[in-house]
């Protein structure tokens, strides 16, 4: 099956900095989510992002599915943004099923 | 617009016992996932249905796992002779068939004791 993986696991900032999370993937994708899962377990969808560029509020996303990876982006990064983020992908031979990356633990100092 | 709802949040049980979960999705979605998280790890997918279909089953369901969408709505994940191993969080999420991607309830967090 499709493998995921993310870069890097763990990563601490302070508050205020910016910060590059990578999710690489094996073979071509129908769909690519990007995650964050609050400390209460809630998976929040952060992204929809198959291919292209998408941006909302400090956080953007792009994907070039091409060469098979893709980019979220933290920008003026706050305490309230720690927490897990998860890259995870539909294969093109799924029906639907997501295929999660291990995540990058994101800790934010005040 | 009322999101992916699930049922029990938290279930504590004795190993052997049988415990079943509920999930009622977004109300126009026909597609429902069941995918299982353990600490530390990504969430991991067991199962989905479009409408009242089953239409994929991982290797991760054994025969102890049962999962039904009898009219095509909500879904109930049942687990027999629970086992320790089973101890995770189960996730629900529901989506469109095309587009917009999965959205996912907050969970239920099954502990064997």
């Known amino acids: 099956g499709i493998q995921v993986e993310q870069s890097p696991p763990d990563l601490i900032l302070q508050e205020g900095a910016n910060s590059t999370l990578r999710c690489n993937f094996s073979?071509?994708?129908?769909?690519l989510q990007w995650f964050h899962q609050n400390p209460w377990g809630q998976l929040i969808n952060l992204f929809y992002?198959?291919?292209g560029t998408k941006q909302n509020g400090r956080l953007s996303a792009t994907t070039v599915a091409t060469e098979r990876y893709s980019l979220l982006y933290i920008s003026s990064s706050q305490t309230t943004d720690s927490g897990v983020y998860f890259c995870a992908v539909v294969g093109g031979t799924s029906y639907g099923k997501l295929t999660f990356g291990q995540g990058t633990i994101l800790t934010v100092h005040p | 617009d009322t999101g992916v709802s699930q049922n029990p949040r938290h279930k504590i049980t004795k190993r052997g016992q049988n415990v079943t979960f509920r999930c009622d999705p977004i109300s126009e979605h026909n597609r429902l996932y069941w995918y299982r998280q353990t600490l530390g790890q990504g969430p991991e997918f067991l199962t989905y249905f479009q409408n009242e279909a089953q239409l994929e089953k991982s290797r991760l369901l054994s025969d102890r796992f049962s999962a039904e969408r009898p009219k095509g709505s909500f879904s109930t994940l049942e687990i027999q002779r629970t086992e320790q191993g089973d101890s995770a969080m189960y996730l629900c999420?529901?989506?469109?068939?095309?587009?917009?991607?999965?959205?996912f309830g907050p969970g239920t967090r099954l502990t064997v004791l």
């Open positions: 992002i198959p291919s």
């Open positions: 073979d071509s994708v129908n769909n």
């Open positions: 999420a529901s989506s469109l068939p095309s587009g917009a991607g999965q959205f």
